[in-house]
């Protein structure tokens, strides 16, 4: 059965700052990875998704990449702002699956 | 554009009682999903439709939770009789599938307390 970390489960950054958000699966047979936000009391919102062939997606100041040989994939942001204030999940489609495996999210705070 | 518009955004009940979860998906797509949310377990799939047609149930918790999907644009979730342990938000997704499989468009979701 696919299970998903993310580490850390917090994190509170002054504003300006690059930071790197971490999430590990354990089977490596996937077919995509997508990050999504989630603010307090809404739904989610997909950032990225990368396929399985890729090694990195971008948008804006955010970039994903995805190693999936060792099971990781990694959200970097750039140049952070208080507007990033959220939590983030990762979550991967398993090969065969259609629905996605999430992990238990990072919740950042950008102090302004 | 519409998005996954669900309902009601709110709900809260007494044991024992009967709820209903609506979901209307995004025009066109032909995949559905229902999540479950709590602080404890995170975020637990429940159930996903795919072409009006159940695929995989196995997170339903129990026969007390069943869900529908009549036509593709409407799909509900019910909890009967309700329990404290139901308790969390239920949020429905939808997505397109054969062209990016996987990318979901997930509703405001609907935060149930069972009292």
């Known amino acids: 059965k696919q299970e998903v970390t993310q580490i850390p489960a917090a994190l509170s950054v002054p504003e300006g700052e690059n930071l790197v958000l971490n999430c590990s699966f354990t089977?490596?047979?996937?077919?995509?990875l997508q990050w999504f936000r989630q603010d307090p009391g809404k739904g989610l919102t997909s950032l990225l998704l990368?396929?399985?062939?890729?090694r990195e997606q971008t948008s804006g100041r955010l970039n994903a990449s995805l190693d999936k040989s060792s099971g990781r994939s990694t959200l970097y942001i750039a140049a952070s702002q208080p507007g990033d204030s959220a939590t983030y999940l990762c979550a991967v489609l398993d090969t065969g699956r259609r629905a996605l495996t999430f992990g238990s999210g990072t919740r950042l705070q950008v102090q302004p | 554009d519409a998005g996954v518009i669900q309902s009601p955004r709110h709900e809260v009940t007494e044991m024992g009682q009967e709820v209903t979860l609506r979901c209307k998906p995004i025009?066109?797509?032909?995949?559905l999903f229902w999540y479950r949310q709590t602080m404890m377990r995170g975020l637990e799939l429940l159930i996903y439709?795919?072409?009006?047609?159940?695929?995989?149930d196995s997170g339903m918790p129990e026969d007390r939770f069943s869900a529908k999907m009549p036509n593709a644009s409407f799909s509900t979730l019910k909890i009967q009789p309700s329990e404290p342990r139901d308790s969390a938000v239920y949020f429905c997704?939808?997505?397109?599938?054969?062209?990016?499989?996987?990318?979901?468009?997930f509703g405001e979701g609907s935060r149930l307390t069972v009292l």
């Open positions: 990368i396929q399985s062939s890729q």
């Open positions: 025009s066109g797509h032909n995949s």
């Open positions: 997704a939808s997505s397109l599938t054969g062209r990016r499989i996987g990318e979901l468009f």
């Open positions: 089977d490596s047979a996937i077919y995509n």
């Open positions: 439709f795919n072409n009006n047609v159940p695929i995989d």
